[in-house]
């Protein structure tokens, strides 16, 4: 039989109470040829799942100066094996919303929105409950406070850049691109800002704390560090 290509509603902006359902049967065609895009936590979780330091799994598991995360043979997700997600239960949030898409405008309203299926998907949308209820059953509720806590620590980040440049006239396009390298004292490529263990390691040594095991109290941690460097600048 012949597979056709699912139409869906993608224009369609859903709220977390609009009915919606989705059931995964793992076809696994949706592990190819996305950009998986990370932020410092997703990082984190994902490098403690593999038993290595942040500053390991961003050399080994990612690119674009550890934003995103590399792609294999065919374009698949580097950790996509013959049985599915090798880390699933730490999977980052762009994985958990999908076929869902996430927007919060500037003034904090949230909206969601279907992302175009692969023609050939084997998943089952429905209208079996809401979108909350399809959120908690991922579990996205710490991925998506985390991502919130790191746009607002990114937009501060610009803002003090944004002043640089404007006295600056000689800041040139990589520093523009490289937000956090130009606020990490000697680290210039960019990475320092996502690699927490690094940033909460030199942090405690120098506040004489004992590193935190978990990672919602290292998060915490990194985000007060590169705040206190905001405050620097």
């Given at each position: 039989?012949?597979?056709?290509?699912?139409?869906?509603?993608?224009?369609?902006?859903?709220?977390?109470?609009?009915?919606?359902?989705?059931?995964?049967?793992?076809?696994?065609?949706?592990?190819?040829?996305?950009?998986?895009?990370?932020?410092?936590?997703?990082?984190?979780?994902?490098?403690?799942?593999?038993?290595?330091?942040?500053?390991?799994?961003?050399?080994?598991?990612?690119?674009?100066?550890?934003?995103?995360?590399?792609?294999?043979?065919?374009?698949?997700?580097?950790?996509l094996t013959p049985d599915g997600c090798g880390v699933h239960a730490d999977r980052p949030l762009v994985c958990r919303l999908y076929p869902l898409g996430r927007r919060v405008t500037a003034d904090g309203r949230e909206t969601f929105h279907e992302l175009a299926p692969h023609p050939e998907t084997e998943g089952v949308y429905g209208l079996n409950g809401t979108v909350d209820d399809f959120l908690a059953g991922q579990g996205a509720a710490p991925f998506i406070e985390a991502v919130d806590r790191y746009v607002e620590v990114v937009g501060r980040m610009s803002a003090v850049l944004n002043a640089r440049i404007r006295h600056d006239a000689g800041l040139d396009t990589r520093v523009r691109n490289a937000v956090s390298g130009a606020l990490a004292g000697d680290a210039h490529d960019g990475s320092d800002w996502?690699?927490?263990?690094?940033?909460?390691?030199?942090?405690?040594?120098r506040q004489?704390?004992?590193?935190?095991?978990?990672?919602?109290?290292?998060?915490?941690?990194?985000?007060q560090a590169i705040e206190e460097r905001l405050q620097d600048h």
């Open positions: 039989m012949e597979n056709k290509p699912i139409l869906r509603m993608i224009n369609v902006t859903y709220g977390r109470s609009s009915p919606f359902s989705y059931d995964c049967h793992a076809c696994r065609r949706c592990c190819h040829d996305k950009v998986i895009r990370l932020n410092p936590y997703e990082v984190a979780r994902l490098a403690q799942s593999r038993g290595l330091s942040t500053t390991k799994f961003l050399s080994q598991y990612t690119g674009a100066q550890g934003t995103t995360l590399k792609q294999v043979d065919q374009g698949a997700c580097v950790f996502i690699d927490m263990d690094a940033v909460v390691g030199e942090y405690c040594h004489g704390m004992t590193v935190p095991v978990d990672v919602p109290s290292k998060m915490a941690i990194h985000i």
